[in-house]
Nanobody, 115 residues
Framework: VQLQASGGGLVQAGGSLRLSCAASETDFSFDVMGWYRQAPGKQREPVAQITNGGITMYAFSVKDRFAISRDGANNTVYLQMNNLKPEDTAVYYC??????????WGQGTQVTVSS
C-alpha cells in the first residue's frame, strides 16, 4: 500500500492550506489515519488522527485551527489547516494503520509559513 500526500506549499501567516493523502488500495479501510509533522532539528510529532468511526484527536498546538477528515470509501485523509503560524512550518507526513495490513507512511509534503 502506498500513501500519496499532496497540498503543501508556501503561505503567509494567517493563511490556509489543505493537505490530502490517498492510499493506492481501497479494498480495505485503515483503522486510523493521521498526520504527523517534522520540523528541522526536531522529532516527528503527531498532529491529528481520525478513526474509521470518525473519532478525531488533535495536538494541543493545532486544536481549533486544524481539522482532519477522511473519505473511508477511497482511503483518503485530509487536513484543513487554518490560521497558520510560522511554527507550523514542517514536513507533513500522512499515516495509515490497519490491524490486517500493517502501518504505512506517506512521502511527506513541505508546509512553509512565512511571518
Amino acid at each position: 500500500v502506498q500513501l500519496q500526500a499532496s497540498g503543501g506549499g508556501l503561505v503567509q501567516a494567517g493563511g490556509s492550506l489543505r493537505l490530502s493523502c490517498a492510499a493506492s488500495e481501497t479494498d480495505f479501510s485503515f483503522d486510523v489515519m493521521g498526520w504527523y509533522r517534522q520540523a528541522p532539528g526536531k522529532q516527528r510529532e503527531p498532529v491529528a488522527q481520525i478513526t474509521n468511526g470518525g473519532i478525531t484527536m488533535y495536538a494541543f498546538s493545532v486544536k481549533d485551527r486544524f481539522a482532519i477528515s477522511r473519505d473511508g470509501a477511497n482511503n483518503t485523509v485530509y487536513l484543513q489547516m487554518n490560521n497558520l503560524k510560522p511554527e507550523d512550518t514542517a514536513v507533513y507526513y500522512c499515516s495509515g494503520s490497519s490491524s490486517t495490513r500493517g502501518n504505512y507512511w506517506g512521502q511527506g509534503t513541505q508546509v512553509t509559513v512565512s511571518s
